[in-house]
């Protein structure tokens, strides 16, 4: 009997850690499990056989390319001929808001089962119709409580497994502080600038400005933390253009945030991982006019950091827009250090994660519900 392929898609940073967990915890239950599809470096490494390496369209704000629309059709081209040519058993969506709904309905026309694993419903970027998603999904791995509230309201199939990140900070290297020669006594703070060229370049000078600011009131050891796919020149010219001395950089997102006193990050999933760390942080946020009046007026949406969405509720402080100014993150970073009453109503606010985005083994949960479809 042929062995049952399973068909791992993702298009972005965080899609493609989740799919490479889940990919190493799918291959701990079912050790010969054949996996191939669309991702990056990380899903390669954990044994994911790629039809198409996304590493590079992601760098160097190439994610930007992807979304034009001669890209996107031949994607989907080549990923319906692999669709016919191997056969999967089953489809694992994780993430795609580049994709849309767009290859869960094709892998369905085709008469293929169909998992979504981080459905668009918890990013709070964009509108999903949900009649739309109940047709073309056999199963939604729910990784927020919020998300699968929504499901059961709809009647979509949906099952609880919790979020990936509460896994990758269960996980974080507690060592890494005296991995990179920080002192004791003096507070650490990391500055997590995202996770593509293009978002470096936007908010790290604004955030080591705001450093030099911090530094008049309070003396900080600084971290920038960065993926592995940022060059290493990238922020090294932009720390030695502001001045600022003894910056250490790392990839370590997860081991260095369980090492911070405060954060400041971008609004995406290391604001959940911020989170799931339990380090007090600030969200900063800015996009083009265009598409923040959509974002704000037209779609209602109430909190940029994803965290605040899931959570519905302002976990994170918010920077966003004109907001997001030197002055505004010192002013932040300033409170979430030296106020006592600030940083209690923080973790207090915390208190409700593990319900909302579960308790760690997410990630094998997930891979238990999937090899239970086979």
């Not at 850690?17 to 490494?45: H, N, Q, W």
């Not at 990238?234 to 030695?240: D, F, K, L, R, V």
């Not at 946020?285 to 007026?297: G, I, L, N």
Request: hydrophobic share 45%; proline share 5%.
């Amino acid at each position: 009997m042929a062995q049952k392929r399973i068909m791992v898609i993702s298009s972005d940073t965080s899609s493609d850690l989740y799919g490479a967990r889940l990919t190493k915890a799918l291959k701990s239950i079912i050790p010969d499990v054949p996996l191939f599809g669309v991702g990056g470096l990380m899903m390669e490494e954990s044994g994911v056989r790629l039809l198409y390496n996304l590493s590079e369209l992601e760098n160097l704000g190439g994610f930007e390319a992807l979304k034009t629309p001669h890209v996107v059709k031949r994607l989907v081209q080549r990923i319906a001929g692999s669709m016919d040519k191997f056969r999967p058993e089953l489809v694992v969506q994780i993430g795609m808001p580049v994709f849309s709904l767009k290859l869960i309905e094709l892998a369905k026309a085709k008469g293929l089962p169909v998992v979504y694993y981080n459905s668009p419903l918890n990013w709070g970027a964009e509108p999903v119709k949900l009649s739309r998603l109940a047709q073309v999904v056999d199963k939604v791995i729910a990784v927020s409580r919020y998300e699968a509230r929504i499901c059961e309201s709809h009647g979509i199939n949906v099952e609880f497994a919790g979020h990936p990140l509460v896994d990758v900070a269960a996980d974080a290297d507690l060592a890494l502080r005296g991995g990179l020669d920080l002192a004791e006594g003096m507070p650490v703070a990391v500055l997590l600038p995202g996770c593509r060229e293009a978002e470096v370049k936007m908010y790290l000078p604004t955030l080591l400005k705001a450093v030099k600011r911090i530094n008049m009131e309070c003396r900080l050891q600084t971290v920038v933390a960065v993926p592995k796919m940022i060059r290493q020149e990238c922020c090294g010219a932009m720390i030695e253009k502001s001045g600022l001395e003894n910056v250490k950089v790392t990839d370590d997102i997860p081991g260095i945030l369980s090492a911070a006193d405060v954060a400041v990050v971008t609004s995406g999933m290391d604001s959940i991982l911020a989170a799931a760390v339990r380090v007090p942080a600030a969200a900063v946020h800015r996009e083009a006019t265009t598409a923040y009046f959509v974002d704000k007026m037209l779609l209602r949406r109430s909190h940029f950091a994803v965290i605040n969405f899931l959570m519905q509720e302002e976990i994170l402080p918010e920077l966003v827009q004109t907001e997001f100014t030197e002055t505004k993150v010192a002013e932040a970073v300033l409170r979430l250090l030296n106020d006592s009453q600030a940083r209690s109503e923080y973790f207090h606010r915390l208190e409700r994660l593990p319900e909302e985005l579960g308790a760690p083994g997410a990630t094998d949960r997930a891979a238990r519900i999937i090899t239970g479809m086979l």
